[in-house]
């Protein structure tokens, strides 16, 4: 391809060694770095940067460091060693390095905040530990769950508890799952008693309450504490919450307003905080750049913080259930009877509760997930249809790059999620109308670079609709975009408008067979349907010839456009659909007079399968008898027996100028060829003179000098043999269906069946 | 209720068959009216000069003094899914919580009747006079959105324009709650020039008992490293005047008196100062009813004009949505 896309994808490459190098804390990274060729690799990634190469190869000395460290720790301190406290301090140094700047894997994390909190090493040390449990992306549930039974054996101070407990607050969003910590909610609970631990047990408490965790008993416990301890903001922080989760157990009036009800437990690992969720939304970002004009309107998801363009996962039912007054909120927010989002893991989960599924909510992230894909794709729900529709028609248009100027630093991300959309509808087998109306509105301020691939494959998949309606709004602005682009472009666009034909066939002998025609959304019969999808390959003729045209013939563009046609000429069997249009003259004769034999054999084949086709639809006819709206006009025989007599003409019968291809023969004789009527034969066409040479060759090797016309009589047979065996199977199947062989093949043996 | 935004030569959709859409899911009716729209001239080449309007008398002027002169930004949103009226006293909570969990500070969000948010600072610092200070304030609105109400289902309730005034990380914050709550979607609503110049003779047109700003324009001119920006004032009895000459249909705007009012104004300008403002980018148009950025900021000035105004902010949001 051109050369610009191939330093584009060196960068890509480059971006994304880089990308993982920020990941190189974890144990996996570690394992493939030790791998001698994969350090090489990174070296060489590194070569536009020539502190690069330095950085990694510090990279590779601090990870070697740090597992010689957490082996240290894991064996505990030798005692008879002399450099005892030398080597020990080298080591924390080494952890806290790594830790403060990649973070540390959470098989790290798990190891270290054992050795911190089982007493192992002094106090001094135990705090250094656990300042430097910074996380690479997350803590895995059990190491806090093994932590938190270290402070039941009561080996570590208060301090080092208090120290803990601020880090598993500040922490709390990177454990992965805290199902097993919420069953812990009745220690922590219980260690509110300890004066210098109980405000930051309850703010632990605060982010960990769920509703079925409030009980009376609690209550009067927090009260109790209160009246205790006097109105600290951190107990009433959590009775508030409790009051939320049940109003009804708690009486006591709690001041409505309130600034901050906890201390700033995070700002021992602010930065740290930062820098982990930078990692975790993946490559960071390129810094935000000052923007001025109004075309430079900058997607709200970057200004809003979330992570990415699809939203996260997140069952919620109690949307649904506002509507209905008597429910309370809290209620909702604990229904139980449905299947919630989270626990879908199955194919088989689904179908068991596809009843009572928690729908997302947002709509927009069934995008990532296959399970609810195939949810959407039988639901027939229209809210749940709509609520994807305008999400996806709203995100394409913000994400859009085009639109806004000076916004192509985010071409990637766009990329990407196109990407995603069409994998989703790859995964369907289906187009959305939102990618529909995105591409109305979006095609025409286009400049046919940007994202082409996937533009195009969006294209492939618009929902089947009537073509007429389509066209001015699509195909007319890629028409423009197609005459004037390079060869390549317009070979990508005729890939995709055959990708779309053969998906709106698809679609429609499944439509039509699975429900009745009337059904169908956008045309009620099947004669509108069948005319639309003519009218697109009448339009694909259209923009081929023209192409032809333009390019001068050129043989890779005839590739693409007969690729086209070997769908085209075999809807009729394939699809079962009451179909067939013939490619124009400007194709057929193009390809005919190829200089390409691959191109000439592409030719036999789709007029073998024309003919398939079009007999077997005869065949139909006369068995049914009845006049169907469906019947092919005696137009497409009478051109496809054009056609055939033109190819037969000049292949087979060394009669090129006659019936098909009708030329003066006044006008032929002034060309001054002697013997143009063999000239386009099996044997003189440009385009197998050579094979017919090596065949001589093949047969006398001594011979000096070749006489393709000798290839006659049984020679011809052999010859025939001969091309048949150099892979050329569409002409051994034109030939085998449209020529009858007779004992002298040279003579008027065809018999084309003319009469259809 | 006259309907200010009808447009009244919109391409009529009767003259193709149509007929098969009556069966059609409201899924196929918003693709349908998506390929209208683009398949035609976007706006409606004529509309009606805002007028004092009966819907306009009913408003109690106290009510809707808190939105005129305060710097509004402009978002349009696409339907909320499962949205109650009557349960606003419950969104408020919930918003409220969440925008605890999100600051953790003393923020109270107050629902109001007619859904519109205000956050009210409450010690955010220890003076007293801070003392429920409102701090951010937004509110929903769709006035004359008929095209869109047409093809929403009833599970979903339309209110395309979202106006917000205040820190934007708490639009953020509030506007994020929306989106999960109910699965709408919130997107800037940049006011690009075309439709600035429609504003500006829209507004110019306006019959003005007396006039409290001047007419003025700001366009911008591309070149770095600073963009440059040519403002022009116009005296608004010199702009109605102007109006007033290129004005032929009574009652209405239409494209052509626009283009000729705005080529009325670059020709005067040319004349003085040798400079094709055409060539440049029109950023921002004020006159006494309102003013608009083309990055989507609006203030209200005046009263009288509101409905008609927020009439077309939502015509500008639907069309941002469909």
């Known amino acids: ?756 | 209720m006259d309907s200010y935004s009808a447009p009244e030569s919109t391409p009529s959709a009767s003259s193709r068959p149509e007929d098969y859409f009556i069966g059609a899911t409201p899924l196929q009716k918003r693709l349908e009216s998506v390929r209208k729209q683009s398949s035609f001239i976007l706006t409606p080449p004529r509309r009606k000069i805002p007028q004092c309007s009966q819907l306009q008398e009913d408003v109690d002027p106290q009510k809707v003094a808190f939105l005129l002169h305060k710097q509004w930004t402009l978002y349009s949103l696409t339907p909320l899914y499962k949205f109650s009226y009557s349960n606003l006293k419950e969104y408020s909570r919930l918003l409220n919580a969440f925008i605890v969990a999100e600051k953790q500070k003393g923020l109270a969000v107050e629902v109001g009747e007619d859904f519109n948010i205000k956050i009210v600072s409450k010690s955010q610092l220890p003076s007293e006079n801070r003392e429920g200070k409102v701090l951010w304030t937004g509110w929903f609105c769709c006035v004359f959105g008929d095209s869109l109400l047409e093809t929403v289902s009833e599970d979903f309730t339309c209110l395309p324009l979202f106006l917000a005034n205040g820190a934007e990380s708490n639009t953020a914050i509030i506007g994020t709650w929306f989106q999960k709550t109910f699965d709408c979607y919130f997107s800037p609503l940049a006011i690009n020039a075309f439709n600035l110049s429609w504003m500006a003779a829209m507004w110019t047109a306006c019959k003005m008992d007396h006039y409290v700003a001047t007419t003025e324009f700001l366009w911008s001119v591309p070149c770095s490293p600073q963009s440059l920006d040519i403002s022009f004032a116009i005296h608004p009895e010199d702009a109605k005047a102007l109006w007033d000459s290129v004005h032929k249909t009574p009652g209405e705007v239409t494209q052509e008196e626009v283009d000729l009012f705005m080529d009325c104004l670059y020709s005067h300008f040319h004349r003085h100062f040798k400079i094709h403002l055409s060539a440049t980018r029109l950023v921002r148009v004020s006159t006494s009813v309102a003013s608009a950025h083309t990055d989507g900021k609006i203030k209200i000035l005046c009263h009288k004009y509101l409905i008609g105004v927020l009439a077309y902010l939502t015509e500008l949001a639907i069309f941002q949505i469909e």
């Open chain 1, 1 to 756: 391809m051109s050369p610009q896309k191939r330093v584009k994808n060196v960068q890509a490459q480059n971006r994304t060694s880089q990308g993982s190098s920020s990941f190189q804390t974890t144990l996996s990274a570690w394992k493939v770095k030790q791998d001698p060729s994969n350090s090489k690799n990174i070296s060489k990634h590194g070569q536009n940067n020539p502190v690069g190469d330095y950085e990694h190869a510090d990279d590779q000395a601090e990870e070697d460091a740090l597992q010689m460290a957490v082996g240290y720790f894991e064996k505990g301190p030798i005692k008879a060693s002399q450099n005892k406290d030398k080597t020990l301090e080298k080591h924390l140094k080494t952890v806290e390095n790594v830790a403060w700047k990649n973070g540390l894997a959470s098989e790290e994390i798990d190891i270290l905040l054992n050795i911190a909190l089982s007493g192992k090493f002094g106090n001094a040390v135990n705090t250094r530990i656990l300042k430097c449990m910074i996380p690479a992306t997350v803590i895995s549930e059990d190491s806090v769950v093994k932590a938190v039974s270290w402070l039941c054996v009561g080996k570590c101070s208060g301090s080092t508890k208090v120290l803990f407990y601020r880090w598993l607050v500040a922490m709390f969003d990177f454990i992965d799952r805290k199902e097993q910590i919420n069953l812990l909610y009745g220690f922590f609970f219980a260690s509110l008693q300890d004066d210098a631990l109980c405000p930051y047990v309850c703010h632990l408490l605060y982010l960990l309450t769920k509703k079925e965790n409030v009980k009376p008993f609690r209550v009067r416990k927090l009260l109790d504490l209160q009246a205790k301890m006097g109105m600290q903001p951190h107990l009433q922080a959590l009775l508030s919450l409790y009051k939320f989760f049940a109003p009804a157990l708690i009486s006591v009036s709690l001041p409505v307003r309130k600034k901050i009800y906890f201390k700033n437990s995070e700002n021992l690992w602010k930065t740290a905080l930062l820098a982990v969720k930078q990692r975790n939304r993946g490559p960071s970002p390129e810094p935000l750049k000052l923007m001025l004009g109004p075309a430079n309107v900058r997607p709200l998801k970057r200004k809003w913080n979330s992570l990415s363009v699809i939203p996260v996962l997140n069952s919620s039912s109690y949307t649904k259930e506002c509507g209905k007054k008597e429910m309370s909120l809290s209620d909702c927010l604990n229904r139980s009877g449905s299947f919630p989002l989270e626990q879908l893991q199955s194919f088989p989960q689904l179908l068991q509760n596809i009843h009572c599924l928690e729908l997302p909510s947002q709509m927009g992230s069934v995008l990532n997930n296959s399970l609810l894909l195939h949810y959407i794709n039988c639901v027939r729900d229209e809210p749940v249809l709509l609520r994807f529709y305008y999400w996806l028609s709203q995100t394409l248009q913000e994400e859009c790059i085009w639109y806004k100027v000076n916004n192509y630093e985010h071409g990637k991300e766009f990329t990407n999620f196109l990407d995603t959309i069409i994998r989703a509808e790859c995964f369907l087998q289906e187009g959305f109308y939102s990618c529909e109306a995105f591409l109305y509105k979006s095609l025409p301020l286009w400049d046919g670079l940007c994202c082409r691939s996937q533009f195009l494959q969006l294209v492939s998949w618009i929902p089947f609709s009537s073509f007429s309606e389509v066209k001015p709004l699509l195909f007319d602005h890629l028409a423009q975009l197609f005459f004037t682009s390079t060869i390549y472009f317009k070979c990508s666009v005729l890939q995709s408008l055959k990708e779309l034909l053969q998906n709106w066939l698809l679609w429609l002998s499944m439509d039509i067979h699975m429900k009745p025609v009337t059904n169908s959304p956008l045309e009620t019969t099947l004669g509108g349907s069948m005319n639309s999808v003519s009218k697109l390959i009448h339009y694909v003729g259209w923009l081929s010839t023209t192409a032809m045209r333009l390019e001068s013939n050129n043989t890779f563009l005839l590739h693409f456009i007969l690729d086209f046609y070997e769908k085209v000429c075999d809807i009729y069997i394939n699809y079962n659909l009451p179909l067939v249009v013939l490619f124009p003259p400007g194709i057929f004769y193009s390809a005919l007079l190829s200089l390409d034999t691959s191109i000439l054999n592409q030719l036999c084949f789709i007029m073998h399968r024309y003919r398939k086709n079009l007999t077997a639809a005869k065949k139909n006819e006369l068995v049914q008898k009845t006049k169907s709206e469906f019947n092919f006009s005696s137009k497409t025989y009478q051109e496809f027996n054009h056609y055939l007599t033109s190819m037969v003409g000049c292949l087979w019968t060394s009669k090129p100028f006659g019936k098909g291809i009708y030329i003066d023969p006044e006008i032929l004789e002034k060309t001054g060829v002697a013997e143009y009527k063999n000239s386009l034969n099996v044997v003189h066409h440009p385009s197998f003179l050579s094979y017919a040479v090596s065949f001589l060759l093949q047969e006398s090797p001594e011979e000096r000098t070749v006489n393709v016309s000798s290839i006659r009589g049984k020679k011809w047979s052999w010859y025939l043999d001969y091309l048949f065996s150099q892979g050329l199977q569409g002409l051994k199947l034109f030939i085998r269906s449209s020529v009858h062989h007779s004992s002298i093949p040279r003579a008027e043996g065809i018999n084309c069946n003319n009469q259809y």
